[in-house]
Every structure is written in C-alpha cells, then in structure tokens.
C-alpha cells in the first residue's frame, strides 16, 4: 500500500527520494511527504495531500538538500488525509520516522508517551514510533538500540523506517510483515517498500526477512535477525528494467500492461513443457512427491487473484479429478479449517505479499497439509520463500492497480499445474499431448483478441453515461464475468455485478432495464444454449446485451443484442483469452469518464494491511 524510500548517499538524495517515490504511484495513495537532515544539521521535511506531483512543486517554492532522508506516500487508515497526518512524524525535532501499516497497540503507547509530554500533532498510530525512539534515545541508548526496543513493543505488520539528525549517518529500518527491500549502491545504499522505486540508481538488492532490523550507512548494510543476531541476507541481481517500469508510448500503464499479454503469456510457458509434457520438476524438487500425494486442493487469494482461483477450480476438478476449494484469504484466516488428508495447499498473489494471503499461508503451515505452493509474479517475496512449491508466472513488473498481465499468466500457470496433476492422476501421455499446442496457441490468441482494440473504443461509449452494469457467465466463464466486472468497477466506478447466467431468475433479472447493458461472455462450449435462453430473458425485459461471442456460436446481432466476435479457441484456454476484451472494455470507459485509470480512488496495488 503505502510508498517508502530511504537513501544514504554523499549526494544530495531529494532527487532520488521524489523519483522513487513517483515510481511507487501506483501502489496507490492520499498524501505524500518527505524529510533530510539539511548541509545546516537541520531537520528538513516537507509535506503535502495529493500526488508526489505536487510534494515537487512545494519543493521547488522551498527546495531541501541533504545526504540522509526518508520519503513516504500515504494511504490513509488511522486518522484522515491531512497534512498534518502525512508522513514523515517528527519527535524532538529529531527524529524522523515513516511507517507502512498498522501499529494495534499504538493508543496504549500513545498514553504512555502523553504522559511522559510528548505533543501528538497527527491521528496516526505512525507518530507514536517517533515519539517512543525519541524516548529511547533520550534514555542514552543508539540508534539502533532504540529501534529495537521500540519494535519489540508494536504489534502488528508494519515497515519502519528512521534516521536521527543528531546521528546523520545512518538509517535504521525494521519489517514485520510489510515488505522492504535494501538497495545496494557504491559509496550509497538505500531501502524501498518495492523494487520499481529503486531501479534508477542499483541493480542489486537485498530482500528483508520477516522480523529483520537493518543498519543502513553509506558505507554498508547491518542487518539483525528477529533473535538480534547479525545475519548475512542474498543479494539479488534483478532482471527488471528501469524501461520495464515505464509507460513508454502508451497513455496509461494499464494499457501497456494488457498489451504485454502475449510476450508475458510466452515467457510463463518458456521452459514448462518438453516433448508435450508440461515439467512438474519447475515447481521444485518436492514437486512430484506432492503432486502424487494430493488428492484434494485448497486454493486460497484475494479479489483478481480469487476470481483465478475459481477458475482453477473448473479446471482441477474437471481435467484432474481432484476436489478443489478455493476462499478469500480474509475469511479463511477466521474460521474454523477442515482439512481432508493429503490436501495441498496453494495461494496466489500478484506481490507474494498480501497481508491476507501470507498469513494464511503461515497458518497453514501448521494446519495440516501436506504441502503449500505459491502462483506468484515476485521471485523474492514472502510467499515465495516460505511456500514449498513455486510457480513464477513470469509477467514483469505490473504497475497499474488494476491488474491485467498478472491476472492471465496465474490462469495458465494454474492451467499448467492442473495438467500435472492430471498426469498423477492417470490422464493418458496422449490426452496431454492433445492439449499441450492449445497453450502455445495462447500468445497468438491474445493477440488477436487485442486486436479488437479499436472496436471496444466503439462499444464503450454505450457504458460511459451509465451507472450500473451486470456480467453474465457460465462454467468457468462466470469468475471471468466476474474479474470483467470488477475490472470496470475499480477503474471506472460504475456499479458492476457478476452472476453466473443461470443465477438471472433468482433475483438479479429484477435489474434490467433499458439502462442496464448486460455483458455475456459466450465461447463455444457445452453451455452455449443454456447460455442463449439466458440472453433471451433479458432481451424480453428490455435489457441491453453486449455479448462477447465465439465466431462459431452462429449468435447474430439484433435489435439490443451487439456481438463482438472473439477468436475461435478451444474452451481449454477460453478463459484466458476472453478476459483481454473484458480489460479493454473497462479501460476505454474509465478513459472516456476522466477516471485515474492507473490509481483509483482509495485502491492501492499491494494491500499489504489487512
């Protein structure tokens, strides 16, 4: 969720603090602010609400310099968008602090520190932290010492970040849940809530482990593990570019990231099939012991990650035979777990670090399972490395908070898992061999579906002046109508609901109206006539059908039925490619009502707090 930068440097970091911090934009966000110590051993800091843009114009009216500073932007949970709640806090005039996610116990702290006569000048549970190191170390301990003494009384999953103007040297950061990552320069090192912020000024990067405190000085890295022992952590040389986090020639990063479909599509592949076999071995060297032990599937994510579950759930049971539950990670943390004997479970997250997902994952650990696997497009991330079983979907940087390529390449990672465990489960080498060209027909497919681009212009112009729309599938097109529908909600905000087609007599036909376009996701499957005496329900009712079509379906348009006719594809990989035009669809109409089509309101990227 929110952004943090840090940087330690015998430069002046303002520069590097603002650009790490315009490259953290999409992770969504309300305020933006940052402090140095000054060339004068002042403490500088300079805070506004809205966009990084405008913490720029405010630093050009009132510039800052400096060699250390920390850079913060804000997604508002305790207290509201203020100035006065942005972040860095200050205590003392002294000490700086910026913080990603949520302190619990900070109104018990914050009493203790009112006492002592400590001001708070914000609602946040953020100052608190200031306050308690400032306390800390006016009771003569370090820097260090201060922080790790603070930390020890939080709870909660939080990323902390602080420097001392009365030490200027060094940074002291703390994680516990929420992700940092250290960046490692020459003669300058500096610490980041995500890769993208730093990939101006390093390649190198060190991944922090759950509970770690860093020391960090222009000169090098300390870290200490949870237990306070000195440990020495990977560095990682990343394959990201600064390019790859660029817009280049597009308007939104959204629209960049649904056109890299096809490569990210291909690279997921790359490597996974041999001979038209796909290759458990690439999931890990437990892969197919696991594989042959599972005979029952938990699938576990949250909002466009879930809605790929759902349609893995088709998939597993259909093609593997294996029963197949997938939850909101939300509600599974809080409820009483049955789990069947030898049942694998496996979570899917875009970042490897949402909060929901990975705690889940932590409490499956002791839950029962046989083993847990993680669809994941972050190679370095919690999940990752705590999971058993890794699928890398291999999409590339994603910065746009409505995902599109990370959505696609988890269903064909999870359509490559459900083959190898179909193979477990006694599907003929013949059968795969059948199936295998139909996913390296992907790429090609998704091509084509893009190339429907400037129709969809067209047909978004029907949604712009609307304000409610319904999505219809069947079979595993009905999670697709529902990551359609939460594609046009979360970037456009018009109200957007997604039924399985059969569900319309049950309540939802009470909707349609001639002011509510009613999309159908309709490929060529064994469901196609149960799907057309649908429309057929909402055409007598006046309602307005927009229904994307397989070319085969023989489905011709009329009066309040428009066809937008998608590529003839096997129903295998249906799901994938009928998802592009969805994506497209919601772009165009966000664009055409104004919307923030790369960061909607009160949506961030990574929801890294529960």
Not at 480 to 490: H, P, Q, S, T, V
Not at 566 to 592: D, E, F, G, K, S
């Amino acid at each position: 969720m929110c952004g943090i930068v840090g940087a330690v440097a015998e430069r002046n970091v303002v520069p590097i603090l603002v650009e790490g911090l315009r490259r953290l934009e999409y992770r969504g966000y309300d305020s933006a602010g940052l402090a140095v110590v000054t060339p004068e051993n002042t403490l500088g800091m300079r805070r506004t609400v809205g966009k990084v843009a405008e913490l720029e114009s405010k630093l050009k009216q009132s510039p800052l310099s400096g060699r250390i500073g920390v850079a913060h932007t804000r997604w508002a949970t305790h207290g509201g968008v203020t100035e006065e709640n942005a972040h860095p806090h200050i205590s003392g005039d002294r000490v700086s602090v910026i913080h990603n996610g949520i302190i619990e116990n900070y109104e018990v702290i914050k009493e203790e520190m009112i006492e002592k006569g400590y001001e708070f000048l914000s609602d946040t549970d953020t100052e608190v932290a200031a306050h308690l190191v400032h306390d800390y170390l006016q009771q003569g301990m370090d820097l260090v010492e201060a922080v790790s003494k603070a930390v020890q009384r939080f709870e909660g999953a939080y990323a902390l970040l602080v420097f001392d103007k009365e030490d200027p040297n060094r940074i002291v950061v703390s994680r516990v849940a929420s992700p940092l990552v250290i960046g490692l320069g020459i003669g300058e090192n500096f610490v980041a809530s995500g890769v993208p912020a730093l990939l101006p000024v390093t390649q190198r990067f060190i991944y922090l482990e759950q509970g770690d405190l860093a020391e960090i000085t222009c000169d090098g890295v300390k870290i200490l593990d949870v237990d306070g022992n000195v440990v020495e952590r990977e560095v990682h040389d990343t394959e990201w570019s600064t390019e790859a986090a660029e817009k280049g020639p597009y308007r939104h990063y959204m629209l960049k990231e649904i056109f890299e479909q096809p490569s990210a599509l291909a690279d997921t592949l790359y490597g996974r099939i041999e001979n038209n076999t796909v290759v458990a071995e690439s999931l890990g060297p437990r892969a197919m012991e696991l594989l042959k032990q599972a005979e029952h599937v938990h699938i576990i994510a949250c909002g466009t990650s879930y809605h790929a579950g759902c349609v893995g759930k088709y998939w597993i049971e259909s093609l593997a035979g294996v029963p197949c539950q997938v939850e909101i990670a939300s509600e599974y943390r809080y409820r009483t777990i049955v789990v069947p004997d030898n049942t694998l479970f496996v979570t899917l997250s875009q970042s490897g670090e949402t909060a929901d997902t990975l705690e889940a994952l932590r409490l499956a650990k002791s839950a029962g399972y046989i083993g847990t696997m993680t669809i994941c497009n972050s190679a370095h991330s919690s999940m990752v490395r705590e999971s058993d079983l890794v699928m890398m979907t291999q999409a590339g940087p994603e910065i746009g908070v409505a995902s599109t390529k990370a959505f696609t390449t988890q269903l064909l990672s999870i359509l490559l898992i459900t083959l190898m465990l179909a193979r477990q489960r006694g599907m003929t080498a013949e059968r795969e061999k059948e199936m295998v060209p139909h996913l390296f027909h992907v790429a090609a497919a998704t091509e084509e579906a893009l190339a429907m681009n400037e129709e969809l212009q067209h047909v978004a112009e029907d949604f712009a002046e609307k304000h409610h729309t319904l999505f219809l599938g069947r079979g595993p097109m009905w999670p697709i109508a529902m990551e359609g529908a939460l594609k046009l909600k979360e970037i456009s905000y018009i109200h957007a609901e997604a039924y399985a087609a059969g569900e319309l007599k049950h309540g939802p036909l009470a909707l349609i109206d001639e002011d509510m376009p009613v999309v159908v996701v309709a490929p060529n499957n064994e469901l196609l006539d149960k799907l057309k005496s649908n429309m057929q329900v909402v055409r007598a009712r006046g309602g307005q059908v927009y229904v994307f079509a397989d070319k085969e379906t023989g489905i011709e348009e009329e009066p309040g039925l428009k066809v937008i006719a998608m590529p003839h594809v096997n129903r295998l990989v249906a799901p994938i490619i009928y998802t592009v035009p969805l994506q497209l669809l919601a772009y165009h109409v966000a664009v055409l009502k104004g919307t923030d089509v790369d960061q909607p309101r009160n949506l961030a990227k990574s929801v890294t707090v529960e």
